[in-house]
């Protein structure tokens, strides 16, 4: 029973590991898991005004623009609650927008949807447990 146990345990702590590991390249370098339009550069500004870039997948869902953190690792998240003034280069255009972060069930609830939509729910889940079910955080972009 021992063996077992410590055989458990062993396995939880390699895919806890595991997965801080993958979500801390994954927020560090934001990775490009798709090309074209799918995709832009969200420019957030620091205490300073020095400009960060980070890859970001975008949804459009008609008229609205999103971006959400779904990774434990998320300083262009932070800077923008601070400033939320960012710039979206996408196509090569630049646009600016205030971000405006929903922090509530009804907008999670929507961003799964369409982040089921764009995915699959299989893909959802499984990009979901890699990421250790880390919360998703939507943030609408107005444009300025």
């Keep these: 029973m021992k063996k077992v146990a410590w055989t ?3 396995v939880l702590a390699a895919y806890v590991v595991l997965a801080l590991g993958l979500d801390a390249v994954i927020g560090v370098t934001q990775l490009a898991l798709e090309p ?3 995709e832009g550069v ?21 008229e609205t623009t999103w971006v959400q953190s779904g990774h434990h690792f998320r300083g262009w998240y932070h800077r923008l609650l601070r400033n939320p003034d960012v710039e979206l280069v996408r196509g090569g255009e630049v646009l600016r927008y205030r971000a405006v972060p929903l922090d509530t069930p009804r907008a999670k609830a929507h961003m799964k949807e369409l982040l089921i ?11 979901r447990t890699v990421l250790l079910f880390a919360e998703v955080k939507p943030v609408r972009l107005d444009p300025r």
């Design 8 to 10: 458990v345990s062993a």
């Design 42 to 62: 969200l420019r957030t500004f620091d205490d300073e005004g020095m400009a960060h870039e980070s890859r970001m997948i975008v949804i459009d869902d008609g």
């Design 117 to 127: 939509k764009r995915t699959g729910t299989f893909g959802y889940y499984a990009i």
């Design 36 to 38: 074209g339009r799918a």
